[in-house]
């Protein structure tokens, strides 16, 4: 069974820290793997990564992926309070309709 | 440009009661179309999906349907809502074919059971 695993569940930091957010996966057939934001209503989209060891970056954010250890970290570096929302990865199998398997997501809470 | 609705934002219904979710795709033909659930404070549970018309796929057995009468609409309906039911709802479309696609939602449907 498909599988994706973030860690932490859930953290609190300080405006201006740097914080990193963990994915971990099992698929089958890997395709791609995407990170998403949900801060009220629809999540959004970040970072599609395909191959491993290229970093992908937009502004303060930017991902990476390790295929061969099965893992991903989303960076965001001097966070603001806008940061704040849910992080959402999911990784998306070769095979079948091209439906992504979603992690439980990474609440995080940036503090003024 | 692509853009994708979805309504109603909030329903609250009681139990046994019908229901019906409506969404729509404007600007692209023949997506795949998906409805993601989203308990409290978890990720996202795929529901259903659909890569052509009349053409819908369960991922997991429940008390809830869907349908896809036309290429850019899909609707998800139950007969008789259950209290465990209650949660956000989420439309989601992509680019039919098996190209890598970002998947898009809709601004979701909280509904509440009671």
């Known amino acids: ?112 | 440009s692509q853009t994708i609705h979805q309504w109603p934002a909030t329903l609250v219904q009681p139990v046994g009661s019908p229901l019906s979710l409506e969404c729509t795709v404007e600007g692209t033909s023949n997506p795949n179309l998906y409805w993601y659930r989203q308990a409290a404070g978890r990720g996202l549970q795929l529901l259903f999906y659909s890569v052509g018309i009349g053409q819908i796929s369960s991922e997991v057995p429940q008390n809830l349907s869907a349908s896809r009468p036309q290429d850019r609409q899909f609707i998800l309906s139950s007969k008789k809502l259950l209290l465990s039911d209650s949660g956000f709802y989420l439309c989601a479309w992509k680019t039919g074919g098996s190209g890598a696609n970002v998947l898009t939602f809709g601004a979701g449907s909280r509904l509440t059971v009671l």
């Open chain 1, 1 to 112: 069974e498909d599988k994706v695993v973030q860690s932490p569940l859930s953290l609190v930091v300080h405006e201006g820290d740097t914080v990193t957010l963990n994915c971990s996966y099992e698929v089958t057939n890997f395709r791609s793997l995407l990170w998403y934001k949900q801060e009220k209503k629809a999540p959004t989209f970040l970072f599609m990564l395909t191959s491993s060891g290229i970093e992908k970056k937009s502004g303060r954010l930017s991902s990476i992926l390790d295929k061969k250890e099965l893992f991903s970290i989303l960076n965001i570096t001097a966070t603001q309070t806008g940061d704040s929302a849910v992080y959402l990865c999911a990784v998306e199998p070769s095979q079948g309709a091209q439906k992504l398997v979603f992690g439980q997501g990474t609440r995080l809470t940036i503090n003024p």
